[in-house]
Every structure is written in C-alpha cells, then in structure tokens.
C-alpha cells in the first residue's frame, strides 16, 4: 500500500507567506474516512475539508495538535517533523482511517489553513489497539524540494 503526503497549494502559500508557524503555531491533524476527496487546487481552509471521523471509537472531532515539532534542512529537502500521533479505540472498537489532513488550527475551521494531506492509500483500521501515524524520519509529516 502506498502512501503519499501531499500539499494544498493554498498550503504552501500560507507558508510562503508567513501566516504559518511550523514550530509555534498549534498544527493539527484530523483523520478522514474514504468519502473524502481532497482537492489541492481549491481546498485553503480547514471549513472546506469533509468527511472528518466523528468523536467515537477512540477519535475525538477536531483532531489532534502534533507535538515535538521541528524543520530539518538536507540538501535540498526541507522537513516539517513532528511526534508521532496516536489514537486508541477501547476494546472492541474499531477506527478505520483513510486521509490525514494537517493544518494550521485557528481555533475556527473557516480560518484554518490546510497545509497538506496524507493518502493512506486505502482504509487502515485499528480494533481496540493504538492506531498510530509515524511520520517519516527523514521526510517529517510534510516536506519540500528546491528544484
């Protein structure tokens, strides 16, 4: 199974921009089901991304904020880090992810900037066990190449 980390290109203007502050800003991430269809082109804030999990199964609404976060330079290869991230269904529950969506948390979905998006490539579940995203360890959650 693939998986593909991707940006808006709203996200990356944001960042261009200095509206975003990997290290200091709260940045979230929110797990979506398979209905979701991301839209790199038009998708900006958080208001505009559907088909978010609902609070149950070990999912709370909104997401989680990404902790231990850092930007990595090599070569030409700009690495936005962070902790891994955790979510834990009781027993007999199950989670069944498909997206994670990264933004910026304003506290308002309609000022909330979406930076990028994980692809897991299908539906991934956990039944009454962790299910955990660990970023790359050399691509962090998000990156960039100067070409």
């Known amino acids: 199974m693939a998986v593909t980390a991707k ?3 709203n996200g990356v203007k944001h960042v261009a921009s200095h ?3 990997w290290v200091n800003d709260t940045i979230k991430v ?7 269809t991301p839209n790199q082109s ?8 559907t088909n978010e999990l609902s609070t149950a199964n070990g999912y709370t609404s909104g997401g989680q904020a990404l902790g231990t976060k850092s930007i990595a330079l ?3 290869v700009t690495a936005l880090k962070a902790a891994a991230t ?5 027993a007999g529950q199950t989670l069944t992810i498909r997206y994670l ?3 910026k ?3 308002s979905a309609a000022t909330s900037p979406v930076l990028g998006y994980v692809d897991l490539g299908a539906d991934t579940s956990a039944t009454g066990a962790n299910w955990t995203a660990t970023w790359d360890s050399t691509d962090g959650v998000l990156k960039q190449t100067a070409l």
């Not at 929110?30 to 979701?36: E, K, N, T």
């Not at 998708?43 to 991304?49: A, K, L, P, R």
């Open 19 to 21: 509206d975003i502050d």
């Open 86 to 90: 955790t979510w834990t269904p009781s």
């Open 74 to 76: 090599s070569g030409l």
């Open 101 to 103: 969506v990264i933004r």
């Open 30 to 36: 929110s797990a979506h089901s398979s209905s979701y």
């Open 42 to 49: 038009t998708d900006e804030f958080f208001s505009t991304v």
């Open 7 to 9: 940006w808006y290109a």
């Open 105 to 107: 948390d304003t506290g």
